[in-house]
């Protein structure tokens, strides 16, 4: 992790993490459908996929609202979403 007082991520550091985090939440997204899809949505470990695909959801949101912060005049338009 990198210490507080280092510099906020770069617009280009944004745009690579972002195409990475689509991607894994594009991929937990269709895993977490098939365990539903298999065991139902009462499941434990459906459950838990569920979690984790909203969790995924709100990272999205947090990091889409930090790049905006970090890159101040920067379209950032659905970097993260």
């Given at each position: 992790?990198?210490?507080?007082?280092?510099?906020?991520?770069?617009?280009?550091?944004?745009?690579?993490?972002?195409?990475?985090?689509?991607?894994?939440?594009?991929?937990?997204?269709?895993?977490?459908?098939?365990?539903?899809?298999?065991?139902?949505?009462?499941?434990q470990?459906?459950?838990?996929?569920?979690?984790?695909?909203?969790?995924?959801?709100?990272?999205?949101?947090?990091?889409?609202?930090?790049?905006?912060?970090?890159?101040p005049?920067i379209?950032?338009?659905?970097?993260?979403?």
């Amino acid at each position: 992790m990198r210490p507080e007082t280092q510099s906020p991520l770069t617009f280009d550091e944004h745009r690579e993490m972002g195409q990475e985090l689509r991607a894994a939440k594009a991929r937990v997204r269709e895993l977490c459908n098939v365990v539903v899809s298999i065991y139902g949505p009462n499941n434990q470990a459906s459950f838990t996929f569920l979690k984790v695909a909203e969790s995924m959801d709100r990272l999205c949101k947090d990091m889409q609202a930090q790049a905006e912060r970090d890159c101040p005049g920067i379209r950032i338009n659905g970097m993260y979403l």
